[in-house]
């Protein structure tokens, strides 16, 4: 940094104290727990062992990286983890936006108050609640295992204990639960669009679908490549906790993933060195996939993160 921007700096934080000081608590926490616990990835390269800390652990080099990269396991994890994501990316993430041009076009604020209530309530059910609710509803007893199987094929089934349907749960569970919460951003940008455009599209004699094409889709076009940008970047961290709560070993065939394998590896098995070798491949992994969509996103169009 040269003395003229060191300069401007410094004035700036000076003239604009408070807003550096609230800023400081968020600087602190990432600090503390992203930045600060970078360094632990070294175990990645080691034989960990806890008694012997990382300064008294063998180094392996990337012995732990082959291992995984050689398992039977690395085709299944990668293989549910990328489809798992992609549902996620192909339903979960055009849904909200699609939810919150319908929201628009709701006049009545009472009703439009009501339903956007309704919708964002269940992002706030706690994840072992909604797991129970899931293991409920799908049992051979259940609403869904239950009355509408035996509706459909003649018979109850437990659909938590056959493979084929734990990704349309995972999809449609992710979808119920972050419909809502998902949408605020853009029912927010939505907000901001000066309303003097449709006025002047109405007088020209557009539609209400002519002026959703037209005015209100570019008007939050730079959120959505701004949100389908983090998307990418997140694609293969699939959460395990959610998972871990409703698989058991008869679906892990679709449903273990990069996550509940480093958990396995780690935490029950307590081969730290070689998850955390494979939770820092995935995290490669998704660093290059922000990279590439960022970029992607900054020739295709005037928006991109950084």
């Not at 909604?130 to 293991?135: E, H, N, S, T």
């Not at 889709?217 to 409703?246: D, R």
């Not at 065939?253 to 955390?276: C, H, M, P, W």
Request: glycine share 6%; aromatic share 12%.
């Amino acid at each position: 940094m040269d003395v003229k921007k060191k300069k401007g700096l410094l004035h700036d934080i000076k003239i604009n104290k408070a807003y550096y000081l609230m800023l400081l608590p968020v600087l602190i926490y990432f600090i503390v727990f992203s930045y600060i616990p970078m360094g632990g990835l070294v175990i990645a390269f080691q034989n960990f062992r806890p008694a012997s800390g990382i300064l008294g652990s063998s180094f392996v080099g990337l012995k732990n990286f082959i291992d995984f990269f050689n398992s039977v396991y690395f085709g299944r994890v990668l293989r549910n983890t990328v489809i798992i994501s992609l549902l996620s990316l192909l339903i979960c993430f055009p849904l909200p936006i699609i939810f919150a041009l319908l929201l628009n076009e709701v006049r009545r604020l009472r009703f439009k108050k009501a339903v956007q209530t309704i919708t964002y309530m269940p992002y706030f059910i706690s994840l072992v609640v909604l797991a129970g609710i899931i293991i409920d509803f799908t049992s051979s007893d259940g609403i869904l295992g239950g009355t509408l199987m035996t509706a459909l094929t003649g018979e109850s089934k437990n659909l938590l204990a056959d493979p084929q349907y734990f990704r349309a749960i995972m999809t449609v569970s992710e979808l119920w639960q972050g419909l809502g919460y998902s949408s605020i951003i853009y029912v927010a940008t939505l907000s901001a669009v000066d309303q003097q455009l449709y006025e002047a599209a109405a007088i020209d004699g557009a539609n209400r679908w002519q002026q959703t094409i037209h005015i209100t889709i570019p008007e939050i076009s730079s959120t959505i490549i701004i949100m389908l940008i983090l998307k990418c970047g997140t694609m293969l961290a699939v959460g395990a906790e959610k998972i871990i709560l409703l698989y058991n070993a008869n679906i892990y065939e679709t449903a273990d993933v990069i996550s509940t394998f480093v958990y396995r590896k780690g935490l029950q098995e307590f081969n730290y060195g070689y998850s955390t070798a494979v939770g820092m491949f995935n995290s490669v992994i998704n660093f290059v996939l922000i990279v590439v969509a960022n970029k992607l996103a900054k020739k295709f169009s005037d928006t991109n993160l950084f």
